[in-house]
């Protein structure tokens, strides 16, 4: 009898998700294992470093790369309006608002999701500077409710010297959306980036955190008021930031980081209520960037299925998630047909376009991680693609191969990210560190002394660019370590930034792995 009692009786919950937890350790132990790893803390502590290299402005007094000095420190002056700061988004000196706001947003994210392993790593304090160096220019580029100032520079001028920072010659000209000449794209990426930062300094600095959503429902009401593409008001950033995607993105992205900062039900509706004609719920997309946000938003929207006050938006928060799972599964080749999966090197990275592919490969990345926590928090044990079920530790194993082949772990054996490891790209596209530091010569650098003497030098670079993620390989893995080879050597800030999160949790598991294991 008693024995008969004893088998019938249920395992306590906490006893299931002790199980749940020892097979989870048991995968990723296996990872650890069997794949290679590499020093994610200091790929981690190097990702951030490369955000001080790319400041502009007067530099604080604990900058820690050096071989940068103050720059740009007349910025705005033409137009009667503080525009010092920000950052230079890759190897030039423009300051480009979309794809700024779009690294901040990917940094405040990173905090968002893994903090704990951020902080647990020692650089959660310099994770929020990195943000708190480009919100702190949105504020000052935010000089009224409906008035954005978008650039400050422009890459035609820029392109013409080869200069350092510290040397500009070019143009500083700025330019600025507004009722007139609206950029919905830019105010709603803008808006995302101030409210996700908002979330970040919430417990911190209340007060930054207050000020910052402040601004962030300004931009997004002046974005949504005011309809159009940035770049058909602002014609000389065609060139370089087209908005392809159209603007309808943006709006869908800031509502979204407006609800999670605000938890405004309102916000909620915009994004329920425009899923439809927006695209939201119709784009099937296969990349996530500065430009394009589907399927950020689609993953946003299905983290919302985990709370019970949203099961009134089911069906359309499933619909979110539906196209949210088409992207994961491109990335993992899992879909049906060539046209509808991301392309695979032949070492196995994911492969989108030519021209700085590794901002795909991070973004992807983070996705799919993001993803993967996701699935195990909505008990849904699998996802469900055309080519078959994908657990959430084989999406781990996912984002663990991008990050690994990114770090050296790819047929080159060459680390993409600088600075990282004993090979690593030497002549990164960037003025700064292709020139003699400014604080050891302060001798002036002429617009074109540098493309003489500088630029077209076979020698290292002498400053190295230290947690830049250049462009990387083409679709063969075979890379070209010259500076005028800018398709492959020049790096952007908006490829590290979604990084940062990816590092810490690999980090942190890995040390878990090895505890365990002791």
């Known amino acids: 009898m008693e024995k008969t009692m004893m088998m019938k009786r249920k395992p306590s919950l906490s006893f ?30 190097k ?74 790593a020692g650089e959660l304090e310099h994770a929020m500077e990195a943000i708190k160096w480009g919100t702190d220019y949105f504020i000052k580029a935010h000089t009224s409710p409906n008035v954005l100032w978008a650039e400050v520079g422009d890459g035609y001028t820029d392109h013409y010297c080869w200069q350092r920072p510290e040397d500009m010659t070019t143009s500083r000209q700025a330019y600025k959306i507004d009722e007139n000449n609206p950029g919905s ?23 930054y955190s207050h000020l910052l959503l402040h601004h962030a429902q300004q931009l997004f009401e002046f974005g949504d008021k005011y309809r159009g593409k940035y770049d058909e008001s602002i014609g000389v950033v065609k060139n370089y930031y087209t908005s392809v995607s159209g603007h309808e993105d943006e709006l869908l992205w800031a509502a979204m980081w407006l609800y999670k900062a605000t938890d405004n039900h309102q916000y909620l509706s915009y994004v329920i209520d425009n899923a439809d004609s927006f695209g939201g719920v119709g784009w099937s997309i296969t990349e ?44 993992l080749n899992k879909n049906n047909g060539t046209k509808h999966n991301v392309r695979f090197t032949p070492g196995g990275l994911l492969y989108v376009r030519q021209w700085n592919n590794m901002q795909y490969v991070s973004s992807g990345a983070f996705l799919v991680s993001v993803y993967s926590n996701l699935l195990q928090k909505l008990n849904q044990k699998n996802l469900k693609c055309h080519g078959g079920e994908v657990t959430p530790h084989e999406l781990f194993q996912f984002t663990k191969s991008q990050v690994d082949y990114i770090l050296g772990s790819n047929p080159l054996n060459m680390s993409y990210l600088v600075g990282f490891g004993p090979n690593f790209p030497k002549r990164v596209h960037h003025r700064g560190a292709s020139i003699v530091s400014y604080r050891e010569n302060k001798g002036f650098i002429g617009c074109t002394q ?37 398709m492959q050597t020049e790096a952007c800030t908006y490829n590290t930034s979604p990084l940062v999160g990816i590092f810490a949790k690999l980090n942190y598991l890995e040390n878990m792995v090895l505890h365990a294991s002791y």
Request: aromatic share 14%; with cysteine; proline share 3%.
């Open 47 to 120: 990702s951030l470093l490369y955000f001080e290299a790319q400041r502009s402005g007067r530099l604080p007094y604990n900058q820690r790369v050096t071989w940068r000095d103050n720059s740009g420190l007349t910025d705005g002056l033409e137009q009667g309006v503080d525009l010092v700061g920000g950052y230079y988004d890759a190897g030039d000196h423009v300051k480009f608002g979309l794809p700024m706001a779009f690294t901040v947003t990917m940094l405040s994210w990173s905090i968002i999701e893994y903090s704990e392993y951020i902080a647990g």
């Open 16 to 45: 299931l998700h002790h199980c749940c937890f020892l097979l989870s350790l048991f995968s990723i132990f296996a990872s650890f294992r069997c794949s290679p790893s590499h020093n994610y803390a200091d790929a981690l502590t």
């Open 185 to 207: 794209d830019l105010a709603g990426e803008t808006a995302a980036a101030m409210a996700a930062a908002s979330i970040v300094f919430k417990k911190t600095n209340p007060h």
């Open 288 to 331: 996530f960037s500065w430009d394009v946000k589907f399927a950020g938003i689609q993953v946003l929207a299905s983290q919302l299925l985990i709370e019970e006050k949203h099961k009134k938006y089911k069906d359309v928060l499933e619909k979110y998630q539906s196209k949210a799972e088409y992207y994961i599964c491109s990335c």
């Open 450 to 486: 540098g493309y003489d003497n500088w630029y077209g030098s076979t020698d290292p670079n002498p400053n190295i660019v230290v947690g830049a993620l250049v462009g990387g390989p083409d679709h063969n893995d075979e890379f070209t370590d010259k500076r005028g080879n800018y």
